[in-house]
Nanobody, 125 residues
Framework: QAQVEEFGGGLVQPGQSLTLSCVTSEVLTGTYAIAWYRQVPGKEREGIACVDRTGRLKNYAESVKGRFTVSRDDNNRTAFLQMNNLKPEDTGTYFC??????????????????WGPGTQVTVSS
């Protein structure tokens, strides 16, 4: 059964760092691209980071480019979103998602195949 779940959300101060983890079920490991999305109440869910199966193709939204880094460790069925220099506008619910169509997911933010339940990140002083 395909499953995706996020870990690591919390409350941090502006300028601090936080790393989110995404654990996928064995059936998804190594066969899907992995993307991170963010949703703020009242706004649409937006794609912010994506990595393909090989780990070589990565794409980022302009709002996080240079501050966030996406990576994956298929040996441990885990993907990561390293978030540095966090800002109050980074506050939101962060979702991990997987998709078989790597280019569509990572370059066009197409609808993923599987979603995690989300984890809350709050950036506030």
């Amino acid at each position: 059964q395909a499953q995706v779940e996020e870990f690591g959300g919390g409350l941090v101060q502006p300028g601090q760092s936080l790393t989110l983890s995404c654990v996928t079920s064995e059936v998804l490991t190594g066969t899907y691209a992995i993307a991170w999305y963010r949703q703020v109440p009242g706004k649409e869910r937006e794609g912010i980071a994506c990595v393909d199966r090989t780990g070589r193709l990565k794409n980022y939204a302009e709002s996080v480019k240079g501050r966030f880094t996406v990576s994956r460790d298929d040996n441990n069925r885990t993907a990561f979103l390293q978030m540095n220099n966090l800002k109050p506008e980074d506050t939101g619910t962060y979702f991990c998602a997987t998709g078989r169509l790597e280019y569509s997911l990572c370059m066009k933010w197409a609808t993923p195949d599987y979603w995690g339940p989300g984890t809350q990140v709050t950036v506030s002083s």
